[in-house]
């Protein structure tokens, strides 16, 4: 199994260092070969705005979405912007591929970073956690394919549906490996179902 880490901007270093820690096999995604060798994807945190300019830039973003329509991806912060349905800016479009209403740098300048105690409720285990929040957008509203599994002040912080896991927060600049370890048993779960499919 390779997680392909994209890693045109932001915070991709520390989430290689966390597969890795996890005895998995992390690539740097920059191009097409390096996204389609990966079986899953993680899009770090950053700046959402800068993210889309580049993938569109290096003629990755088409690609990313046809790679959501069949492999896990996991969007952190601006990972998850990219991943959901609200506009990033007016005239850029976010690739849809989980169905959440997005705010960005929805905690204002005030408090624009934090961290709080979260229980996330994974489906096979409830665990706590610490949520490193920077800058971090808000989900506004999520629809039915969408699963809820932490919140904070009544906001839904980290979701799921389908193939697509996004967290407003930063788990990779924690020593804590839940949500990593929960991304890799998705996509090995992902990778025999296609093997199966595959093989009918
Ligand atoms: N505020 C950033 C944005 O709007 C996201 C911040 C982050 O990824 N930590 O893209």
Redesign the pocket.
Known sequence: MTIGVLALQ??FARHIRMIEGLAAKAVEVKTKATLHSSDGLII????????AKLLHKHHLWDQVVQFGRTKPIYG????L?LLGTSP?LPNLDAMGLIDIAVQ??AYGRQIDSFVANLELHLPDQKVAFEGV?????KITGFGKSVQPLAWHDGNVVLAESDRILVSTF?PELTDDPAIHSYFIRQVAASMQHRDIQGAA
């Open positions: 932001g915070d770090p945190g950053g700046e959402s705005t800068t993210l952190t912060c601006a990972g912007i990033i960005r740098n929040f920077i800058r971090a957008p930063h």
